[in-house]
Nanobody, 123 residues
Framework: QVQLVESGGGLVQAGGSLRLSCAAS????????VGWFRQAPGKEREFVAT????????AYADSVKGRFTISRDNTKNTVYLQMNSLKPEDTAIYSC????????????????WGQGTQVTVSS
């Protein structure tokens, strides 16, 4: 098991940027694939991005491709989500999740979740 804590959310104007952090406890963080998901009010949770254990491979939802970048620093037990060119439709609670596997994109594949951080993009 690994415990996850997100930070970095907030209110930003459209076109602005935010960087989310997902800090993990535990010495085996590098054994986990980490993903970011988001859930807007009245909508289902959706995949945003994921990164492999070494950070060598990433994947993104089409809606954020080219604007968001996921990265990780295993020496700091932290995964980041750099979000640029934010749009009002990016408004949601963003959560990170970890899975002790080699690859995961679906929420059901993750069994460790953070509490989430609110991102609000004003027009």
């Amino acid at each position: 098991q690994v415990q996850l804590v997100e930070s970095g959310g907030g209110l930003v104007q459209a076109g602005g940027s935010l960087r989310l952090s997902c800090a993990a406890s535990g010495r085996t963080f590098s054994s986990y694939v980490v993903g970011w998901f988001r859930q807007a009010p009245g909508k289902e949770r959706e995949f945003v991005a994921t990164i492999t254990r070494s950070g060598g491979t990433t994947a993104y939802a089409d809606s954020v491709k080219g604007r968001f970048t996921i990265s990780r620093d295993n020496t700091k037990n932290t995964v980041y989500l750099q979000m640029n060119s934010l749009k009002p439709e990016d408004t949601a609670i963003y959560s990170c999740a970890a899975a002790a596997t080699t690859w995961a994109r679906r929420a059901v594949e993750y069994d460790n979740w953070g509490q989430g951080t609110q991102v609000t993009v004003s027009s």
